[in-house]
């Protein structure tokens, strides 16, 4: 029938009512925005994790390091424990293929000398795959090569701010540097890097990258360290897949407990520690979401007062409409015109109020900000949902209204 | 002779309000043809409200018959007792009752809106019957920033502009002045000279002094019906 003109006639009426409109309407806004910043503050907080990851090498990478043993408690095995060794390094790369980078690391606290400085610092020794494991990223130069591995090179390749301190502004590749009793050439310099969790914490959680040291593993062994020597301080490794993590950490916790008789080891692996995030940060996921849907409800019980509010007010309006001749669901549509404006209005400026919400807090606490589809669906559903719980019985009520008892409101 | 537009035999309206069935009219008999002016009339709690609403079809009687030009009413469906009303009935309120929000345009056209016209006609007759009743200049003017007496002259031209059969104005006067209610009064004697069938409900006797025939109510039964002299 002509339900477009009914309808058309109920937006008239919502635009009249421009005052109540706008105060249902900040019922919704503030519901909805308050969700949607809870949502974005946790989501934010979830990117900066796997930002941080990903900058540092990813999820696929598993650490393996000597535990330090209890002397009072510990077993005969335990005590006789020599750590982790050259020889671990060969086992893991036979025998477990779910890793695609085993990368021993032994290091070593040695004076540093340049022509503008002396300082003692810890010097690494590492293969050419140390830079994939970490994704170090060279800015001048080069990173250790297979053949100064085979070659033993006297060559270093020094952190962004280790560069600063041993030459300042000049370009220290090719310039040499004394490093223990024997002079070594730098080869390359790593580019500058950092992270930082937020901004009042003034930590930069890559900034060990910048304070490298780092030797051919091989030159580190036989010019440092001793030529017998075959213990490592860890041992970096990368899964080749996601897939792997089931079988390639347990194996190689097996491995070492095997080849070494005792539990004299940590194995660390970050997509471990991000389900145990996962898992911690569900709790407070679902405070957060607990007090958007606070909020959500207390802006859909406002909606509701005002519009039970309205609808004393507007009985005899209701009365006057069917005295004229309107049938119930001409007065339904009209009411359901105005919660459809209210909640999907508000839904829209409530989602644009929260996107701004998590902007502001962020940049408060210094943290990133998150935007996700599920922010935008999330704001959609609660003032769906406002809409649906809230809308339909006002509107019935009204459509069912006995005109004479309308009438005689006063 | 022709059908007559209003037929009521017997007509019972009993409230339940629980403990005692109050019985607002009973057994009220009453015939109005097409062209009349009718006062009804009595005091408080005679029935004249309730009497109204039944005529006005916004309410159903308990018992009896209620014949509105020649079909049963008593016992329809809220929706089609909606489509008489806006059919066959004008109300004009003692408290004007426009929608403040609208325009006087907006008001007269509502009707039609539930009845179902297209916009252009809707627009058309609006006007036209603004412009009868000489309020054409106002159309955009909301119920606000009219006086009392063009209020209930707009209320009037909303009433009269889906062409009803019946004009039931309920103490039309009530919130006017001498001066103003009398203008609101010569508009009902116009109409009604060129045919239109009005009933009053009023307890002034001054205001049924202007129809032709009057009806008192007391107790829910019909005490008189005098037919008199044109004024």
């Known amino acids: 029938m002509n339900l477009m003109e009914v309808v058309v006639d109920g ?73 982790m060794t050259l020889d671990d390094v060969e086992a893991i790369r036979a025998s477990i293929p779910g890793f695609d980078l085993v990368e021993p690391e032994v290091g070593r606290s040695l004076l540093v000398r340049s022509p503008r400085l002396s300082r003692s610092y810890r010097v690494t020794g590492v293969s050419p795959t140390y830079a994939d494991l970490h994704e170090l990223i060279v800015e001048r130069g080069r990173f250790i090569t297979p053949e100064d591995i085979s070659n033993h090179t006297a060559v270093c390749v020094l952190g962004a701010d280790r560069a600063q301190e041993f030459f300042g502004s000049e370009n220290p590749v090719g310039k040499g540097l004394r490093i223990g009793d024997h002079y070594f050439r730098v080869a390359g310099v790593l580019l500058y890097r950092e992270f930082y969790w937020n901004r009042s914490e003034n930590y930069n959680a890559l900034g060990w990258m910048n304070e490298l040291v780092v030797l051919p593993a091989t030159t580190m062994l036989a010019r440092q360290v001793g030529a017998g020597e075959r213990k490592v301080d860890q041992i970096g490794l990368r899964l080749a897949s996601l897939e792997e993590l089931k079988d390639a950490v347990p194996a190689l916790k097996r491995l070492l407990a095997t080849r070494h008789g005792a539990e004299d080891f940590q194995v660390f692996s970050r997509q471990e520690r991000m389900q145990e995030m996962e898992k911690q940060g569900q709790v407070y996921d679902i405070t957060f979401e607990v007090c958007g849907l606070i909020s959500l409800i ?90 649906a719980f809230f809308g339909p019985y006002p509107a019935w009520k009204a459509a069912r209204l006995d005109p004479v008892v309308a009438l005689r409101y006063e | 002779m022709s059908q007559p537009l209003i037929a009521l035999t017997e007509l019972w309206k009993t409230y339940d309000t629980g403990e005692i069935a109050v019985h607002a009219l009973q057994g009220v008999d009453l015939v109005v043809r097409r062209g009349e002016y009718v006062a009804i009339m009595g005091p408080s709690g005679s029935g004249k409200s309730t009497l109204m609403h039944i005529l006005g079809c916004l309410d159903t009687p308990s018992k009896g018959s209620y014949l509105l030009d ?37 008001n007269v056209e509502l009707p039609l809106l539930y009845g179902g016209v297209e916009r252009e006609e809707r627009r058309r007759r609006a006007t036209a019957i603004l412009e009868h009743i000489g309020l054409v200049d106002r159309a955009r003017h909301l119920p606000g920033q009219l006086s009392g007496g063009q209020r209930q002259r707009a209320a009037v031209a909303r009433s009269l502009v ?5 004009l039931l104005a309920d103490e039309p006067t009530g919130n006017l002045d001498q001066a103003t209610g009398g203008e609101v009064m010569a508009l009902f004697d116009e109409l009604n000279r060129d045919g239109q069938t009005v009933i009053l409900v009023t307890h002034d006797p001054q ?25």
């Open chain 2, 162 to 166: 889906t062409n009803p059969a019946l």
């Open chain 1, 11 to 83: 937006f008239a009426d919502v635009r009249a009512h421009a005052g109540r409109t706008v105060l249902q309407t900040l019922g919704v806004v503030l519901g909805v925005a308050s969700v949607v910043a809870t949502m974005g503050m946790t989501a934010g907080g979830k990117q900066q994790s796997l930002k941080y990851y990903a900058e540092s090498g990813g999820i696929l990478k598993v650490f393996a390091w000597p535990r330090p043993v209890e002397k009072v408690r510990a077993s005969a095995r335990e005590q006789a424990s020599r750590g």
């Open chain 2, 70 to 106: 020649g079909e049963e009413v008593a016992n329809l469906s809220r929706g089609r007792l909606a489509e008489l009303r806006n059919r066959f009935i004008g109300f004009v309120f003692q408290a004007y009752n426009l929608l403040p929000r609208a325009t006087l345009q907006r």
């Open chain 1, 298 to 387: 207390v802006g859909g019980i406002v909606v509701a007062n005002i519009m039970m509010a309205s609808f004393t007010e507007r009985m005899r309006e209701v009365g006057v409409r069917k005295a004229l001749g309107a049938k119930g669901w001409h007065i339904g549509v009209q009411f359901l015109m105005e919660v459809a404006i209210v909640s999907g209005l508000g839904g829209a400026v409530g989602l644009v109020l929260g996107i701004g919400l998590v902007h502001a807090i962020a940049s408060m606490l210094g943290q990133p900000a998150a935007l996700t589809p599920s922010m935008v669906l999330g704001a959609l559903a609660c003032s769906t949902f406002v809409g």
């Open chain 2, 207 to 231: 205001v049924a002094a202007h129809a032709r025939r009057v009806v008192r109510l007391v107790d829910g039964r019909v005490a008189t019906d005098e037919e008199r002299q044109a004024a």
